[in-house]
Nanobody, 121 residues
């Protein structure tokens, strides 16, 4: 099982960035995918989640209206489009897979290694 995040980097406040999460080693279409982030000195928090089959999406209040999650089951990939980025969005972003849609970290079985997103003011 492998989840590999990509697309992180340095961006100016107000800019956009798209993260990708490529999955392998399990039946991707049967799993919900979540994006989480962890800033230095803070706990890991949920950002956005997408269900397995119908692609229902949910967002944390802090990113609602700015971030969009999507998935391409044919490519075993989930995307996180991040717009209007703020310095407080700076964190390591992780994708994770769970058997069912959940906002809770403990429900996620598989995790990627993370990708750093840095938003400069």
């Amino acid at each position: 099982v492998q989840l590999v995040e990509s697309g992180g980097g340095l961006v100016q406040a107000g800019g956009s960035q798209r993260l990708s999460c490529a999955a392998s080693g399990f039946t991707f279409e049967d799993y919900a995918i979540g994006w989480f982030r962890q800033a230095p000195g803070k706990e890991r928090e949920g950002v956005s989640w997408i269900s397995s089959k119908d692609g229902s999406a949910e967002y944390a209040d802090s990113v609602k209206g700015r971030f969009t999650i999507s998935r391409d089951n044919a490519k075993n990939t989930v995307y996180l489009q991040m717009n209007s980025l703020k310095p407080e969005d700076t964190a390591v972003y992780y994708c994770a897979a769970a058997p069912r849609l959940s906002r809770y970290l403990v429900d996620y079985n598989y995790w990627g290694q993370g990708t750093q997103v840095t938003v400069s003011s």
